[in-house]
């Protein structure tokens, strides 16, 4: 069977109907806000129209399973209006019922305050900070263009819409993503500009004076300036099918924009074009008002007449239609299924880490030098694989040999060049994981984790499987001073639910780091490190066992006997950990050496192991090239970093600092020399 047609296929329907039908949505949208006392009514009053377009005439959708992988994908960017979607999902045959709209924002709703993305069918992802949505759907349209390369139209062939608002554009990720999105031509995705001119603070002719159309022009986007078109719901319709009808595909194909002037709040009397229109509860009195307006029985509440109902719940005939015809495509595809199952799960396909490589006991190597290796070894065993940096590709061990870059003329090509734009890089990489198929990669030094760390947090709260090569892990950074060496993000971003941070001693680490993270279920930093460290013969005989219990025992004092202290440590200063041990034996100190490159998966052992490792009453000291904020949880006292670095190479920087065994020895006595006194 031929795969879809490229315009989705005409949809008559009553003018009566589709009006009582938004103005239905547009009463749902002020009474699940009332109810709550809390919530954003006008927009998604203003966006019913385009909303109910979107959903019954140009997607493809199947409402009764919400991860159809050839379906096409939609994302709310100003999430604030939330209720909206809620709205047409229920409508629309999805598992949310209006009981459900009715807990609007309430404890153990399925409607929280902003969609997220595991919590709700039919939420693709977590959105509310603003641009975020929209950096998200580049992300999607990239993974949408790889799969369809690789795979073939036949699986694959689908489209990305987002609605966004004035906040979204306003905000810097925007900037970002719509650059990007012009320079890969991303030629399936569809953003709406909804352009109400309001902001929580007034008008946003307050802080705003850009002109959208010839900025995202400059871009490289199709810009459609639809103008006064909020309210009619044919010509949005003709209006997107013509741009659906344009080149979408190769050299000359561009994202879209269309530019939508709204009226946030519209018919409310009193509140249209306000900006209590958009972060407040409307009142009973102006509601009742606006729906004898809408023609909406003013004295009740969450009305949905069965007429309605029965008219938008056609969705789940005609989407179950869709996905039946892609199902006989797909049981009659002769591709690769074993690639497609293991790309979708963003995983490698059986024996995908068999060919990693070993590391030779007693040589250098930087732990981003490493994890290239390993990502080299294992590229061709993980179909979904999307490798990238923002501008530091060789820096930061994310390239991939031989690779062809993914660019408009090369669509199913693995490495991506972000350039200078972390924030964006990580919520495409989101976009792209939530999407489902790609496996995404991405690096920049670990210092600029910062640039990045929203996406990242939303990453972390929608379990999104993406791996990040953070590297020049510490002050080890050398010369580049303090602007580039990282102190506080270790400490900042272990403290982020969800974010699994390793940071592994060594390149044998590094392997089992890089298998750990590929068969992770979330996110995963890998935090590596710029400067050359000595390969351990103690990770080569006990990483593969340990490393995946995210701290284990290193080495044990000679003898086996009992140790005195506990000398505990992640990465590059691992190194001088064993130093140290093996000094102290010469006063009588019996040292027991651990390594901790994953805090969060030595929490998720049991009360037995993590005692085994770290045995209750030996005093135990910590030493880590960063904040020693947090270690009180392991260590009794910790050598660390409490302040900015400085500029020098890195062996003075380190000597200087601390980071030494003789430095670990002398600080050990004195912790064995309190605890006696105690």
């Not at 130093?579 to 490159?597: H, K, M, Q």
């Not at 049991?606 to 020693?628: M, R």
């Not at 260590?635 to 400085?646: K, Q």
Request: hydrophobic share 40%.
């Amino acid at each position: 069977m031929a795969p879809p047609t490229s315009l989705p296929p005409a949809v008559v329907q009553d003018p009566a109907l589709v009006e009582l039908g938004i103005n239905v949505v547009r009463g749902l949208a002020m009474d699940a806000p009332e109810a709550a006392n809390s919530g954003h009514s006008g927009t998604a009053m203003a966006l019913a129209p385009l909303a109910h377009v979107l959903w019954t005439r140009i997607m493809r959708h199947d409402p009764r399973a919400p991860q159809w992988p050839d379906r096409d994908r939609f994302v709310l960017s100003n999430g604030h209006a939330c209720i909206l979607q809620y709205a047409f999902l229920h409508l629309t045959g999805y598992d949310l019922t209006l009981e459900d709209i009715r807990q609007f924002r309430q404890w153990d709703s399925r409607t929280p305050g902003h969609p997220e993305h595991r919590h709700t069918a039919g939420i693709e992802v977590t959105t509310g900070p603003l641009g975020q949505g929209l950096a998200d759907s580049v992300g999607m349209a990239v993974a949408e263009r790889a799969l369809r390369a690789r795979f073939g139209s036949d699986v694959c062939d689908h489209r990305t819409f987002v609605i966004a608002g004035d906040g979204c554009f306003m905000e810097g990720i925007s900037h970002e993503a719509a650059s990007l999105a012009g320079h890969l031509g991303l030629g399936r995705l569809y953003a709406f500009y909804d352009d109400n001119h309001i902001t929580i603070d007034g008008p946003t002719e307050l802080a705003l004076s850009d002109n959208a159309p010839e900025r995202f022009a400059a871009y490289g986007w199709r810009v459609h300036d639809l103008g006064e078109m909020a309210n009619d719901v044919d010509g949005l319709d003709r209006a997107i099918r013509d741009a659906l009808a344009e080149e979408s595909d190769g050299p000359e194909a561009k994202p879209t924009l269309f530019v939508l002037r709204s009226h946030i709040g519209w018919p409310s009397p009193k509140l249209t074009d306000t900006a209590t229109a958009h972060g407040s509860p409307f009142g009973a009195e102006e509601i009742a008002v606006t729906k004898r307006i809408l023609g909406l029985p003013p004295d009740e509440t969450f009305w949905v007449p069965d007429q309605v109902r029965d008219f938008y719940q056609a969705e789940v005939t005609r989407g179950a239609a869709d996905r039946a015809a892609w199902q006989a495509r797909f049981d009659a595809w002769d591709g690769d299924k074993v690639a497609w199952d293991a790309a979708q799960a963003g995983r490698g396909v059986p024996g995908w880490d068999d060919h990693l490589p070993d590391f030779e006991v007693g040589t250098e190597l930087a732990t981003r030098h490493a994890i290239n290796q390993c990502i080299n070894a294992s590229a061709a065993g993980l179909p979904g694989l999307m490798a990238g940096s923002a501008d530091l590709t060789g820096n930061n061990g994310v390239a991939v040999k031989g690779a062809e870059l993914q660019s408009a003329t090369t669509p199913g090509g693995v490495q991506l060049h972000y350039g200078v734009r972390e924030h964006a890089m990580g919520a495409a990489m989101t976009g792209m994981a939530l999407h489902g198929g790609i496996l995404p990669v991405g690096g920049t030094f670990f210092c600029f984790s910062d640039y990045m760390r929203p996406a990242v947090r939303l990453a972390a709260l929608s379990r999104a499987h993406v791996i990040y090569s953070w590297t020049h892990d510490s002050i080890g950074l050398g010369e580049d001073g303090p602007t580039h060496q990282p102190i506080e993000q270790l400490a900042s971003l272990r403290a982020m639910p969800g974010l699994t941070l390793v940071r592994p001693a060594d390149a044998n680490e590094t392997a089992r780091a890089w298998i750990a993270a590929v068969n992770a279920d979330g996110p995963v930093g890998l935090v590596l490190t710029r400067q050359d460290v000595p390969v351990l013969a103690e990770t080569a005989e006990r990483a593969a066992e340990g490393l995946p219990r995210g701290g284990y025992v290193l080495a044990d004092p000679p003898g086996g006997g009992a140790p005195d202290i506990v000398l505990i440590g992640t990465g590059s200063e691992i190194q001088h950990c064993l130093a140290a041990a093996t000094e102290l034996v010469g006063s009588d100190i019996a040292a027991r050496v651990v390594s901790l490159p994953c805090w969060e998966w030595f929490e998720d052992q049991d009360d037995d192991y993590q005692d085994g490792v770290l045995p209750p009453g030996v005093p135990t000291l910590s030493i880590e090239a960063g904040s020693t904020f947090g270690w009180s949880r392991y260590a009794d006292d910790s050598i660390g970093i409490d302040h900015f670095g400085a500029s020098a190479p890195v062996k003075v920087v380190m000597e200087k600092f601390g980071f030494t065994a003789a430095h670990v020895v002398e600080r050990a006595q004195a912790l064995l020399e309190r605890q006696e006194q105690i």
